[in-house]
Nanobody, 123 residues
Framework: QVQLVESGGGLVHTGGSLRLSCAAS????????MGWFRQAPGKEREFVAAISESGTRTDYTDSVQGRFTISRDNAKNTVYLQMSSLKPEDTAIYYC????????????????WGQGTQVTVSS
């Protein structure tokens, strides 16, 4: 099992940047594909980005491609989401999650979840 704790959320103006972190417990972090999801009020949780176990592969939803960067440091058991050129529509609770299979974009495909961190982008 792995436990996940997100941090780094906050309030930022349109065009600003934030870096989210997700710290994982356990010695098997490097064996998991890690993903970021987000959920805005009244909307379903949606896939944002994923990174493979070694960090060599990444996947992004179209709306964040070129603005967000996912990365990981397996020595620190941490996955990051660098967010730039933020827009009001990026406002949501952001969750990190872990799965054993690459290519998962559905939330149901992830077994472990953090508690989420709020990101608010003001216009």
């Amino acid at each position: 099992q792995v436990q996940l704790v997100e941090s780094g959320g906050g309030l930022v103006h349109t065009g600003g940047s934030l870096r989210l972190s997700c710290a994982a417990s356990g010695r098997t972090f490097s064996s998991y594909v890690m993903g970021w999801f987000r959920q805005a009020p009244g909307k379903e949780r949606e896939f944002v980005a994923a990174i493979s176990e070694s960090g060599t592969r990444t996947d992004y939803t179209d709306s964040v491609q070129g603005r967000f960067t996912i990365s990981r440091d397996n020595a620190k058991n941490t996955v990051y989401l660098q967010m730039s050129s933020l827009k009001p529509e990026d406002t949501a609770i952001y969750y990190c999650a872990a799965t054993s299979a690459w290519g998962q974009r559905r939330s149901g495909g992830y077994a472990y979840w953090g508690q989420g961190t709020q990101v608010t982008v003001s216009s």
